[in-house]
């Protein structure tokens, strides 16, 4: 497709299990971003690639987050042992360049997780 | 470290009023700021961007802000509002670190 494809739209999980959530960016994008939108708040800044290296991964909010992009395209991020706190929107962006700078992101319409 | 401040979580206006949406940034260097809008059901996508060229910066859909230093702020306006422009809409800023930092977002209401 034409923009970022993220599966699944919405997620169901209960406490402790393990989930992944996939990006799928827009084609020749080498920058890729991770996001997470809670109720009530804006987009909160998880995870950076270049590539297929995380550039910055200082938003990751424990061990338990992890994320790959091993080919340089499609992303998965990788949640383990789940908790009520993570349920929130899970946000994918792309960009033609670092694109936090004076480029774009393109937003995915995101994966809902619900974890209960 | 950056960050911006969106004042008034919901702002509601009548079909062909003025819409002023507000934005204050905290930042140590000449920073860069976005407005994106999300309606129902869709992604975030980029309204405008100032990136240090001129102050006054005009977008999609007859948006436009200006970035004004004295006052660390990059308020969103459009003259007259349309129905359509219901939506979240989110003031952004980075300093060139590829990491794109969020408000809070304000939540437009449009009554006929």
């Known amino acids: 497709g034409a923009g970022v494809s993220q599966t699944p739209s919405n997620k169901v999980t209960e406490k402790g299990k393990y989930v992944e959530l996939r990006c799928d960016p827009i084609s020749g994008h080498t920058a890729l971003y991770w996001y997470r939108q809670s109720l009530g708040q804006g987009p909160e800044f998880l995870i950076y690639?270049?590539?297929?290296?995380?550039?910055?991964d200082s938003g990751l909010p424990n061990d338990r987050f992890f994320a790959v992009r091993p080919e340089g395209s499609v992303s998965t991020l990788k949640i383990q042992r789940t908790e009520r706190g993570d349920s929130a929107v899970y946000l994918c962006?792309?960009?033609?360049?670092?694109?936090?700078?004076?480029?774009?992101?393109?937003f995915g319409e995101g994966s809902r997780l619900t974890v209960l | 470290a950056q960050s911006v401040t969106q004042l008034g979580s919901h702002v509601s206006v009548s079909e062909g009023a003025l819409v002023l949406l507000r934005c204050n940034y905290s930042s140590s260097v000449p920073p860069y700021l976005f407005w994106y809008v999300q309606y129902p059901n869709q992604g975030l996508q980029l309204l405008l961007k100032y990136t240090s060229a001129a102050t006054l910066v005009k977008g999609i859909n007859g948006f436009e802000a200006e970035f004004k230093k004295s006052e660390t702020s990059f308020h969103l306006t459009k003259p007259s509002a349309h129905m359509s422009d219901a939506a979240e809409y989110f003031c952004a800023v980075t300093t060139n670190t590829d990491k794109l930092i969020f408000g809070t977002g304000t939540r437009l209401q449009v009554f006929p």
């Open positions: 690639f270049q590539g297929t290296g995380a550039a910055d």
């Open positions: 962006a792309s960009s033609s360049t670092s694109g936090g700078g004076t480029g774009e992101l393109f």
